[in-house]
């Protein structure tokens, strides 16, 4: 079977190229493979199972990798513009600038590209593409042959291989000369020494976080820390872990209450030993208890500074991360200095890559998303301008 369009991935950059397709007025036979038994599984999981699909503060510091200067012009669009194209539903965005759909369900945003591509394209699922030759002949795993006037690779990272994306499908184009540049997981959770937060598991607390390695500061951010029997979760560690790619020496420093000033916190502690408080629940009601004993015990000292410089300077090693089965994102892949600006293979004409396949990472909070979408798009724009 010829394709005019073969789109090797049925996540979220997929199915944007594909939908930008079919509403062209031009009548093409497209058709999507997916290796999973369901298009958009990962989509349906964004912004735990809510749908973060992008962010109202759209500008090129939330982008990261190669040629962050095409990246920013395909991506700093209208924050709603490609959702709202994509979907027929009402967006809505919270305090912190990420939009969602209004319903809160990821899962309906699929329901909504099933039914948009039902019957104007062809989706083979639970099929894996296993080879691509020079003249674009597709071999699949039902072992059948396929072909196609343009590919458009969208075959996502190595980043949570229970949605089919193990990072495998990068060797479809090692043959055409395209390099991965290094592979990290992001947006991961963090293991640390855990020494000093043993009796914290499963506590959540509102730290300002500062990632220093080498005693250089390499990031700094304001969230939940979510202590666990690893090390700390939560969305201020998602933020800060892309940083930590590559670097051995890297240590976290939570501030808890950081909206509070020292001499306040000195001045309260004071006022509490001087009405009899025991030295170990100095802190309870100020802090979280467990929070408030573990601080105190790390500073193995009632001295009132003491206590407060640890609270506000509260040290943890970063020993690693729990890896790319963990990660919402992958740090890197193929590079960006071999794509054109319409996102193009500079080595194979009518080869196209769109989202996380990509040296291309966003910030948490939607900036994915919103890549893999107008990067299919853009993609799609480029087909059809040559048809």
């Known amino acids: 079977m010829k394709y005019d369009v073969l789109i090797i991935g049925g996540g979220a950059s997929g199915l944007a190229c594909a939908a930008w397709l079919i509403n062209s007025e031009k009548k093409l036979n497209i ?46 669009t209208d924050p709603f513009y490609a959702c709202n194209f994509l979907f027929d539903c009402i967006f809505t965005a919270d305090e912190k600038g990420r939009i969602y759909p209004s319903g809160r369900q ?24 296993t080879d691509i030759d020079e003249e674009f002949n597709v071999k699949l795993s039902s072992n059948t042959t396929i072909s196609a006037e343009y590919i458009v690779l969208c075959v996502g990272g190595k980043a949570q291989k229970q949605f089919k994306t193990d990072g495998s ?10 390099a991965l540049t290094p592979l990290y997981p992001s947006l991961v959770q963090l293991k640390t020494q855990t020494q000093y937060i043993k009796t914290l598991k499963g506590i959540r607390a509102d730290c300002a976080v500062t990632l220093y390695a080498g005693n250089k500061k390499f990031g700094k951010t304001r969230g939940d820390v979510v202590f666990t029997d690893y090390g700390v979760s939560g ?31 000195i001045k309260n502690l004071r006022e509490r030993k001087l009405s009899g408080c025991s030295a170990s629940e100095l802190l309870s009601g100020t802090l979280h208890n467990q929070i408030g004993r573990a601080i105190i015990a790390r500073a193995a000292s009632d001295d009132e500074k003491t206590i407060v410089h640890t609270l506000k300077n509260f040290i943890l090693p970063v020993t690693g991360t729990l890896g790319f089965d963990y990660a919402q994102v992958t740090k890197g892949g193929i ?15 009518n080869l196209f890559f769109a989202g996380e396949v990509l040296d291309v990472d966003g910030d948490c909070g939607g900036y994915n998303l919103h890549w893999a979408f107008t990067s299919g798009m853009h993609v799609a724009d480029a087909i059809l301008k040559r048809l």
């Open 31 to 76: 058709c999507i493979v997916e290796a999973g038994d369901r298009i958009g599984r990962k989509l349906a999981a964004t912004g735990n199972g809510q749908g973060n699909v992008s962010n109202l503060d759209l500008n090129a510091e939330h982008f990261h990798g190669g040629n962050t200067k095409l990246v920013s012009q395909i991506a700093c």
């Open 106 to 129: 990821a899962s309906a945003l699929c329901d909504g590209f099933i039914r948009r591509l039902k019957d104007k394209c062809e989706i083979l699922l639970s099929t894996k593409v």
């Open 169 to 178: 499908s990068y060797r479809l184009v090692e043959k055409f000369g395209h």
């Open 235 to 265: 969305n201020a560690v998602f933020a800060l872990s892309p940083l930590i790619s590559g670097r051995e020496d890297a240590e976290l420093s939570l501030e808890f209450l950081p909206e509070i000033s020292s001499e306040k916190i």
């Open 335 to 349: 590079n960006m200095s071999d794509i054109s600006d319409e996102l193009e293979s500079k080595f194979k004409p």
